[in-house]
């Protein structure tokens, strides 16, 4: 691992690339402005052709407006929620441990559908690119189901069963009704936007989320406060918003996805159920959805230890919790457009150029969550008191803050790392990772500090920085080995 970061600094491109467009961090000034423009219009560029720092920067550009648009679904929604008192605060906390396992699922599926679709779109196989993105959609359809009739008839049972207080029960449980009864809408938003970006298109990604924060912003404070005509509807209305957003987003995605990116096209002769493809997205689906539901239960345990602790806590951490997602959302970009370069250069036979982009993105990411770091340390409490007045949920908060950044950098390391062998197809291996950190590590001693030691919140969040940051560094190290290259999908 040691090497690898000493060669950091003078990588160099693939022998492909000398024959192509200069990388746009060594363009002028026009011509930067020229590759933004293209990395939100959208290229036809040839992602394991063209210069590596070229196709990052245009992967990696609308890959990270897409996921800051889709953080701040979230900032908005406590940002007006907050103003509804802590308890309102914990029933969002306390709905998204059931988003959470939703969201595996989706993520996990999500993942395998961006290797699949990348792969073929390397081979340059685009009508199976098309008949996979297709099938991927069934798929999540039929995964959104049991969370709708749960979320419709047991609303109040989950809150309780999560430790909530009376008045979540009682007045929040609508929330949790429309968020996971109208599930669909993010299980679509998260594996179409994994098509277009496996396929390279990921300025349509980017688009279908501008759409939808835009309306959940317009509808937020309009239902949860009400004007004119329209009633106030509390913390119901923040989920009315954020499902209407969502639909509509679904709706441009579907639209677009017919009309043919730049990358890959559905047709309607490709309406159809092939269970072979079915049971391919599936079986390289499965080591995802693992990785993701053992990460995300985690945080399930976490916040039940948080709930006894009290509604402070929960409310505490959850508002962190939508400050850190937020800005790790450039982050993340970085790491999915790692993914994508994975797996088309991959199945264009360049594993060489594939690894080439994780260690290149990785220090980009570790330059960006230094960056971070520093006003997670400086202006921790600042940056809770945009969402709350209540002093012991601003202190909870920034302590977290404050401790995550001490090694936030590991965090660009962990997700490019990880990304990769999600890419390359290889989700068996962060799911035996997770599973190890999170579950064998995280619970155990995160309930030790704060319940038998009496740590409080406190033993929670530091729980969480010493497994976190040790499993950033293992991931990192797996990666190295680069048994990924050899995996097919």
Same mark, same amino acid.
């Given at each position: 691992?040691t090497?690898?970061f000493?060669?950091?600094g003078?990588?160099?491109?693939?022998?492909?690339?000398?024959?192509?467009?200069?990388?746009a961090?060594?363009?002028?000034?026009?011509s930067?402005w020229?590759?933004?423009?293209d990395?939100?219009?959208g290229?036809?560029?040839?992602?394991?052709?063209i210069?590596?720092?070229?196709?990052?920067?245009?992967?990696a550009?609308?890959?990270?407006?897409?996921?800051?648009?889709?953080s701040t679904?979230?900032?908005?929604?406590?940002?007006?929620?907050?103003?509804?008192?802590?308890?309102?605060?914990a029933?969002?906390?306390l709905?998204?441990?059931?988003?959470?396992?939703l969201?595996?699922?989706?993520?996990?599926?999500?993942?395998?559908?961006? !290797?699949? =679709? #990348?792969? /073929? +779109?390397?081979?340059k &196989?685009?009508?199976d690119?098309?008949?996979?993105?297709?099938?991927? @959609? %069934?798929?999540?359809?039929?995964?959104?189901i049991?969370?709708?009739?749960?979320?419709?008839?047991?609303?109040?049972?989950?809150?309780?069963?999560?430790?909530?207080?009376?008045w979540?029960?009682?007045?929040g449980y609508?929330?949790?009704?429309?968020?996971?009864?109208?599930?669909?809408?993010?299980?679509?938003?998260?594996?179409?936007?994994?098509?277009?970006?496996?396929?390279?298109? !990921?300025? =349509? #990604?980017? /688009? +279908?989320?501008?759409? &939808?924060?835009?309306?959940?912003?317009?509808l937020?404070?309009?239902? @949860? %406060?009400?004007?004119?005509i329209?009633?106030?509807?509390?913390?119901?209305?923040a989920?009315?918003?954020?499902?209407?957003?969502?639909?509509?987003?679904v709706?441009?995605?579907?639209?677009a996805l017919?009309?043919?990116?730049?990358?890959?096209?559905?047709?309607?002769?490709?309406?159809?159920?092939d269970?072979?493809?079915?049971?391919?997205?599936?079986?390289t689906?499965?080591?995802?959805?693992?990785?993701?539901?053992v990460?995300?239960?985690?945080?399930?345990?976490?916040?039940r230890?948080?709930?006894?602790?009290?509604?402070?806590?929960v409310?505490g951490?959850?508002?962190?919790l939508?400050?850190?997602?937020?800005?790790?959302?450039?982050?993340?970009g970085?790491?999915?457009?790692?993914?994508?370069?994975?797996?088309?250069?991959?199945?264009?036979?360049?594993?060489e150029?594939?690894?080439?982009?994780?260690?290149?993105?990785?220090f980009y990411?570790?330059?960006?969550?230094?960056v971070?770091?520093?006003?997670?340390?400086?202006?921790?409490e600042?940056?809770?008191?945009?969402f709350?007045?209540?002093?012991?949920?601003?202190?909870?908060g920034?302590?977290?803050?404050q401790?995550?950044?001490y090694?936030?950098?590991?965090?660009?390391?962990?997700?490019?790392?990880g990304q990769?062998?999600?890419?390359?197809?290889?989700?068996?291996?962060?799911?035996?990772i997770n599973l190890?950190?999170f579950?064998l590590?995280?619970?155990?001693?995160?309930?030790?500090?704060?319940?038998?030691?009496?740590?409080?919140?406190?033993g929670?969040?530091?729980?969480?920085?010493?497994?976190e940051?040790?499993?950033g560094l293992f991931?990192?190290w797996?990666?190295?080995?680069?048994?990924?290259?050899?995996?097919?999908?």
């Amino acid at each position: 691992m040691t090497l690898h970061f000493n060669q950091l600094g003078d990588m160099k491109e693939s022998r492909n690339e000398d024959l192509v467009v200069e990388p746009a961090a060594s363009l002028p000034s026009s011509s930067m402005w020229q590759a933004l423009k293209d990395a939100i219009r959208g290229t036809e560029a040839d992602y394991t052709m063209i210069g590596l720092r070229r196709a990052i920067f245009l992967l990696a550009v609308p890959m990270i407006l897409e996921l800051v648009m889709e953080s701040t679904f979230a900032i908005v929604d406590i940002f007006f929620v907050g103003k509804l008192g802590s308890s309102a605060i914990a029933t969002v906390g306390l709905t998204e441990t059931y988003l959470f396992l939703l969201y595996s699922l989706a993520m996990g599926l999500a993942m395998a559908v961006t !290797a699949i =679709i #990348a792969r /073929r +779109v390397g081979e340059k &196989s685009t009508e199976d690119a098309g008949t996979a993105a297709m099938q991927s @959609i %069934f798929l999540a359809l039929l995964c959104s189901i049991p969370f709708t009739i749960a979320g419709i008839f047991f609303a109040k049972d989950l809150l309780a069963l999560m430790g909530a207080d009376a008045w979540s029960i009682e007045h929040g449980y609508r929330y949790t009704q429309w968020m996971l009864g109208g599930n669909a809408v993010i299980v679509l938003l998260f594996v179409i936007n994994a098509i277009f970006r496996g396929a390279g298109d !990921a300025a =349509i #990604a980017m /688009r +279908v989320l501008f759409i &939808s924060n835009g309306i959940n912003v317009l509808l937020d404070p309009l239902l @949860i %406060f009400g004007w004119g005509i329209v009633p106030a509807m509390g913390i119901e209305g923040a989920a009315i918003a954020t499902n209407i957003g969502r639909s509509f987003g679904v709706a441009v995605q579907v639209w677009a996805l017919f009309k043919g990116g730049k990358h890959i096209q559905v047709k309607l002769s490709q309406l159809y159920w092939d269970a072979k493809i079915i049971l391919n997205i599936i079986n390289t689906s499965l080591g995802g959805v693992a990785q993701m539901i053992v990460a995300m239960t985690s945080w399930i345990f976490l916040m039940r230890i948080l709930a006894d602790v009290g509604s402070e806590a929960v409310a505490g951490a959850t508002i962190a919790l939508r400050i850190m997602l937020f800005t790790l959302m450039p982050a993340w970009g970085l790491s999915n457009a790692a993914a994508t370069l994975v797996g088309q250069n991959l199945g264009a036979g360049n594993p060489e150029r594939a690894e080439s982009s994780v260690w290149k993105i990785g220090f980009y990411n570790m330059i960006f969550l230094i960056v971070v770091s520093v006003i997670y340390f400086t202006f921790n409490e600042s940056l809770m008191q945009i969402f709350t007045e209540d002093e012991r949920v601003i202190a909870i908060g920034a302590e977290w803050l404050q401790i995550l950044s001490y090694s936030y950098l590991v965090y660009g390391w962990w997700m490019v790392s990880g990304q990769a062998f999600n890419g390359a197809g290889d989700t068996k291996t962060p799911t035996k990772i997770n599973l190890v950190f999170f579950w064998l590590i995280q619970i155990p001693l995160s309930y030790y500090l704060a319940i038998t030691l009496d740590w409080q919140h406190t033993g929670v969040f530091w729980g969480v920085f010493i497994s976190e940051t040790s499993v950033g560094l293992f991931t990192l190290w797996l990666f190295s080995r680069g048994s990924w290259k050899t995996v097919k999908v």
